[in-house]
């Protein structure tokens, strides 16, 4: 039987890729609630902690990806804790 790939086997600039994409949806959510129906808005901000998870794995390679994902991490922690989440990494 076959091995499963390991998590880390995708390339940093497709996980990134994801995480942006993700983070573009969550932020809209949480800064444009009354555009979204009750369910979806509690969907889309539950999936905070799947993007924690996302961005853990990203191991950037270049220094656009580095520049990129602390830009990222940065934007995510600002909107987080003007919303009184606590993420669990620190600002880059």
């Known amino acids: 039987m076959a091995q499963p790939r ?3 086997a995708e390339p940093a600039a497709r996980l990134l890729e994801r995480a942006e994409s993700r983070w ?3 932020r809209d959510a949480l800064r444009n609630p ?3 129906d009750d369910l979806d808005w509690q969907g ?3 999936e905070l ?3 924690y998870t996302l961005l ?3 191991r950037p390679a270049t220094p656009e990806e580095e520049e990129r994902m602390g ?3 940065r934007e995510i922690r600002e909107l987080a804790l003007e919303f009184g989440f606590n993420p669990p990494f620190r600002g880059a």
């Open 49 to 51: 902690g799947a993007l």
């Open 34 to 36: 009354e555009g979204w």
């Open 71 to 73: 830009r990222l991490l």
């Open 24 to 26: 573009a949806l969550i």
């Open 6 to 8: 390991l998590a880390q």
């Open 44 to 46: 889309e901000v539950a």
């Open 56 to 58: 853990g794995r990203i």
